[in-house]
């Protein structure tokens, strides 16, 4: 009998989302009368820009056509499009960073979990807590996790709590590290980090030799122009980190799938006998090795963001998230919740009323107001306490949530 990969057995019993989709399944199987608003998951909800639609309705056009059809394209993306990326999302910003430093994938979660095959397994490393847990499950499957406690912290690696008392953002750690996860605008909390604050991070992984890994996911979604949306807007980065940027929430392509990740030429990394590696070449080897690329047709329409109708309509649409975060923020702070983020970020970060745990309250919301947030506490340890509320939805399922919230936190309260 073939042996499997026993790092698996150590993963908590599910990963939260799927926890999250079968209690609500359960709870719809007893309830089918009940109308419920999904405000966990951060799907985007809205239809896709029209300039991104043209585009890959000419491309779809194209490929039946035998002088414009495309079979394999190149691994790490088409150049024409990995070139506006580097124009508009980083150059225009003062960051340099080349084309061919960026590479196209069908994903930032893909990317953010792959990118540990070109690492070594003796790395210490660390993550924010609570934390996106793709981070830490894609960790353990590796083999770098250990054994795990009652916290549900793994030994294998370095925790780092970010609390209302810090600001979400997490301290510099006092021991070195090697990798470090890194998430702003954050997931769940909504927190933003200034440039000074990078700039520490930065300074950190220099002196280190460490290697942040900086998940810039929901950067459109910053307002504050004073707000880094890049980690290379800081001096040094090109030396120390590592960028996953998506086009699933800004252009609403979660279902159509096309993301990108930035390792400049710069950025080395130790082999087992000292030498100096360009961590470049390792990634462009996995890529040409175990990806085949994101289709033509969805390129395409990625390419189209940067057109001058496909900036107005991806800015419509952050705008139409950030005003449901808006409205979310406000009702639940009228209720009197304690709320943080939904200001640079599309999610809300909510304490939970009368000392209920996460999952308490995620019952509460589902049974008595239909509503479906995220537990806090899938996030880590240190979110239990709280439950993230997702802007992603329609505006009369947001307003309507946010009524059927206030009646029943205003009742808990009272």
């Known amino acids: 009998m073939a042996t499997i990969n026993d790092h698996y057995l150590k993963l908590k019993a599910g990963y939260l989302f799927p926890e999250i989709a079968r209690r ?3 709870f719809g199987a007893e309830h089918p009368e009940a109308a419920l608003i999904r405000l966990g998951i951060g799907d985007v909800t809205e239809p896709l820009p029209a300039a991104c639609r043209a585009a890959m309705v000419r491309a779809v056009e194209e490929q039946g056509e035998r002088a414009s059809f495309r079979g394999y394209g190149p691994e790490q993306g088409y150049g024409w499009l990995r070139e506006k990326i580097a124009l508009h999302d980083f150059q225009s910003r003062g960051c340099a960073i080349d084309a061919s430093e960026i590479f196209i994938s069908d994903g930032s979660k893909c990317d953010c979990g792959n990118i540990l095959d070109i690492f070594g397994d003796d790395n210490k490393i660390a993550v924010t807590d609570p934390v996106y847990p793709v981070y830490v499950d894609t960790n353990v499957m590796a083999g770098h996790g250990g054994a795990i406690n009652d916290r549900g912290e793994y030994d294998g690696l370095v925790y780092l ?8 953002t997490a301290a510099i750690p006092q021991e070195k590290v090697d990798l470090v996860y890194l998430c702003f605008p954050n997931n769940p909390t909504g927190a933003t980090a200034t440039r000074s604050h990078l700039e520490a991070w930065v300074a950190y992984a220099r002196e280190h030799g460490s290697i942040l890994l900086f998940d810039a996911a929901y950067e459109a979604f910053i307002t504050d122009s004073s707000l880094p ?39 080395y990394g130790r082999s087992a006998a000292g030498e ?10 996995r890529q040409a090795t175990k990806f085949n690329g994101v289709s033509y047709i969805v390129q395409r329409g990625a390419e189209a963001v940067y057109s001058p109708e496909g900036q107005a309509e991806v800015r419509s649409l952050v705008d139409f998230y950030m005003e449901n975060a808006r409205i979310i923020r406000e009702h639940l702070t009228a209720a009197g919740l304690t709320v943080y983020g939904g200001v640079n970020a599309p999610y809300v970060w909510v304490k939970t009323p009368a000392g209920l745990s996460s999952w308490d309250f995620f019952d509460k919301l589902l049974h008595h107001c239909h509503v479906v947030c995220t537990p806090g506490a899938g996030f880590g340890a240190a979110g239990e306490g709280y439950c993230r509320i997702s802007a992603f939805n329609g505006r009369e399922q947001v307003v309507a949530a946010m009524e059927r919230m206030q009646r029943l936190t205003g009742a808990m309260l009272g």
């Not at 709590?161 to 979400?168: D, K, L, Q, R, V």
């Not at 100096?276 to 080897?285: H, T």
Request: hydrophobic share 45%; with cysteine; net charge positive.
């Open 24 to 26: 609500v399944q359960a």
């Open 276 to 285: 100096a590696i360009a961590l470049w070449g390792l990634w462009n080897r």
């Open 229 to 267: 949306h890049s980690i290379y807007e800081i001096e040094g980065a090109r030396e120390c980190a590592i960028e996953f940027r998506s086009f699933s929430k800004n252009a609403g392509f979660t279902g159509t799938r096309c993301a990108l990740t930035v390792v400049p030429k710069s950025l």
């Open 161 to 168: 709590p970010i609390t209302a008392e810090n600001g979400f």
